[in-house]
């Protein structure tokens, strides 16, 4: 399985950014996806997961209201767009992949992408 993360860069507080995330090397629908971010100095976070059909969506309290994921089977996508973004977001973000059809427990995610980091200015 492979991961492909991208999108990531400098934005300014109050700004909005779109990741992607391109898998290969599985049947994409068939499994729930995730976005993961760690910031320096932190453990990395579980922020949003979706499930493998993308009907059933959960977020962190820190991010939720201001980001939203979805996933385009068709296309083995998954993206996190993130609006209103602050300071404190600014971490390497990561995509990855569960065996389960969808989870809320990160230790359930075996799959992942290099990460790309959001730096967001104040």
């Known amino acids: 399985v492979q991961l492909q993360a991208s999108g990531g860069g400098l934005v300014q507080a109050g700004g909005s950014l779109r990741l992607s995330c391109a898998a290969s090397?599985?049947?994409?629908?068939?499994?729930?996806m995730g976005w993961f971010r760690q910031a320096p100095g932190k453990e990395r976070e579980l922020i949003a997961a979706?499930?493998?059909?993308?009907?059933?969506?959960s977020f962190a309290n820190s991010v939720k209201g201001r980001f939203t994921i979805s996933k385009d089977n068709a296309k083995n996508t998954v993206y996190l767009q993130m609006n209103n973004l602050k300071p404190e977001d600014t971490a390497v973000y990561y995509c990855?992949?569960?065996?389960?059809?969808?989870?809320?427990?990160?230790?359930?995610?075996?799959?992942w992408g290099q990460g790309t980091l959001v730096t967001v200015s104040s």
């Open positions: 979706i499930s493998m059909s993308g009907g059933t969506t």
């Open positions: 990855a992949s569960s065996d389960s059809y969808y989870t809320r427990t990160p230790s359930e995610y075996g799959y």
């Open positions: 090397g599985r049947t994409f629908g068939r499994y729930g």
